[in-house]
C-alpha cells in the first residue's frame, strides 16, 4: 500500500507529508515540478523520511505519471500540484492554465487507465482526491450566507477560474467515466512552510526585516482562515471515509478582514521581537494600490464535512497564529533560502511604484 502526492513540496503538500510520515507506516510518493514554490527543504528533519521517495517532475508528463503508478500501485491520488497565488495569476495566468487545468486532465487520464487496469479490490478502493479552493465560488457580500456545496461557482481571477476548471474536469471523469473523486474546498490556510509571497508569512517576513507591510485597498477584505495542519487532518479524513463523487468544504470558522490579521501579528511580534526603537510593528503598515478584481470577501460552511465525517478545526486562529510566527522566528535559514534573487525579482514586479 502506498498513496500518490503531487504538489507535495509546496506548503499545503509539505505539511500533508510531514504529518502523514509522523503518523502512519504507509509509504507516499512526493510528484512535484519544484516550481518557485516547491521546495525540497520542506522535509528537512521529518519523522519518516524512508518511507518518502520525492520525483521531481510534471502531473502533465503522462509517461511518469503512468510509471510512477505502475511501480508504485498507490491506493490513492492526493492531488495538491498547482500554481496557487492569485497576484501571480494576474501578472500571467499561462502557468495556471498549463498546471491547473491542463496538467490536471493529464493527471486524471492517467489515473483513469490505471484504475480501469485494477482488479475488482483495488478498483474498489482506489481515490482520487482534488484539493481545491473557496475561491472558485467567488465574493460575497456582508453578510450573506457563508459558502456550501451547493453554491453556484463565479470564480473573478485567473487562479480561481483555472481552479474552477480543474474541479469541473474531477467531476466529469467522474460521471463519465467513474473514477472515484472526492473533491475539497477550502479556505485560505495559515502555518508552517507557507511561502512569503502570501499574506500571512509576508507580513511576517517583512515585519522581522523592517520593511514596510503593504496592505492592499482598504484592509477590509475578508477571508476566512484555517491552520494547515487542520486542513490535513481534513483532507486524511476525506481520503478514509469522504463518499465518492462528493464535494467538501473545510473552513475554520474564523472569517477576519486583512488589517485585523496584519495587526494580530504585529502584536505578536512586538512581544517576542520588540523593534530595537520601541515602536510597534503597526507603524510599518502601508496602504498600497488595490489587486485588480479583489474579492471583497470569502467565508466557508463546514457543516458538510463536520456532520458527515465528523472533521471540525482543532486550533483556534490565536493558536495557531503563535505557532506560525514562532515557525518563522525559529526558521531564521529556511526564510533566508527561500529569499533568492527570483523571489527578490517577484517582489519588485509586485511592489515597487505600487
Ligand atoms: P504551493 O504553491 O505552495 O505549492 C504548489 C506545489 O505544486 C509546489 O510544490 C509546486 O512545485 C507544485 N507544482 C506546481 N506545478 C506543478 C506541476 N505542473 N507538476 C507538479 N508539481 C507542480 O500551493 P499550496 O498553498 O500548498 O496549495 C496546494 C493546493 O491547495 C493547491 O491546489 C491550491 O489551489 C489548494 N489550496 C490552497 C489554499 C491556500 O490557502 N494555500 C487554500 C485552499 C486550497
Ligand atoms: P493571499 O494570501 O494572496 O491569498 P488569497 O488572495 O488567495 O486570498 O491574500 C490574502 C488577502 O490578503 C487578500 O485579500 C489579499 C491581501 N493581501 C494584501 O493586502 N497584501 C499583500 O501583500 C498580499 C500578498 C495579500
Avoid at 474564523?254 to 507603524?283: F, K, M, Y
Avoid at 506560525?324 to 529556511?334: A, F, K, Q, S
Wanted: charged share 20%; proline share 5%.
Amino acid at each position: 500500500m502506498s498513496i500518490l502526492v503531487t504538489g507535495g513540496a509546496g506548503f499545503i503538500g509539505a505539511n500533508f507529508v510531514r504529518d502523514w510520515c509522523a503518523d502512519s507506516d504507509e509509504p507516499l510518493v512526493t510528484l512535484d515540478a519544484l516550481t518557485y514554490a516547491g521546495n525540497p527543504e520542506n522535509f528537512a528533519g521529518m519523522a519518516g523520511a524512508d518511507q518518502h521517495r520525492l520525483v521531481q517532475g510534471e502531473i502533465g508528463d503522462a509517461a511518469l505519471v503512468r510509471a510512477l503508478l505502475t511501480e508504485h500501485q498507490p491506493r490513492a491520488i492526493v492531488h495538491f500540484a498547482a500554481e496557487s497565488h492569485v497576484d501571480r495569476s494576474i501578472h500571467g495566468a499561462d502557468a495556471f492554465i498549463q498546471t491547473n487545468i491542463l496538467g490536471t486532465y493529464q493527471l486524471l487520464e492517467a489515473a483513469r487507465a490505471h484504475w480501469q487496469g485494477l482488479g475488482d479490490a483495488a478498483r474498489a478502493q482506489f481515490r482520487f482526491v482534488h484539493v481545491s479552493t473557496d475561491e472558485v465560488y467567488g465574493s460575497l457580500l456582508p453578510g450573506a450566507p457563508a459558502f456550501t456545496e451547493e453554491h453556484r461557482y463565479e470564480p473573478n481571477s485567473p487562479y480561481s477560474a483555472s481552479k474552477a476548471a480543474s474541479d469541473h474536469l474531477v467531476r466529469a471523469w467522474h460521471h463519465t467515466y467513474g473514477l472515484p473523486v472526492v473533491t475539497t474546498n477550502c479556505s485560505n490556510n495559515y502555518g508552517p512552510y507557507q511561502f512569503p509571497e502570501k499574506l500571512i508569512p509576508l507580513m511576517i517576513v517583512n515585519a522581522l526585516a523592517g520593511k514596510a507591510l503593504p496592505v492592499y485597498g482598504d484592509g477590509q477584505q475578508v477571508r476566512d482562515w484555517l491552520y494547515v495542519a487542520d486542513h490535513c487532518r481534513a483532507i486524511r479524513r476525506v481520503l478514509e471515509a469522504g463518499t465518492i463523487g462528493e464535494v467538501y468544504n473545510i473552513g475554520g470558522w474564523n472569517e477576519q478582514p486583512n488589517l485585523a490579521i496584519v495587526t494580530q501579528i504585529c502584536a505578536l511580534l512586538d512581544e517576542w521581537r520588540p523593534r530595537p526603537d520601541g515602536t510597534s510593528h503597526t507603524s510599518l503598515i502601508s496602504f498600497v494600490k488595490d489587486r485588480p478584481g479583489h474579492d471583497r470577501r470569502y467565508a466557508i460552511d463546514a457543516r458538510k464535512i463536520e456532520r458527515a465525517l465528523g472533521w471540525r478545526p482543532s486550533e483556534t486562529f490565536g493558536t495557531g497564529l503563535g505557532k506560525t510566527v514562532r515557525w518563522y522566528l525559529d526558521h531564521p535559514e529556511w526564510v533566508a533560502h527561500v529569499q533568492t534573487g527570483a523571489y527578490r525579482a517577484w517582489v519588485a514586479t509586485q511592489y515597487d511604484k505600487r
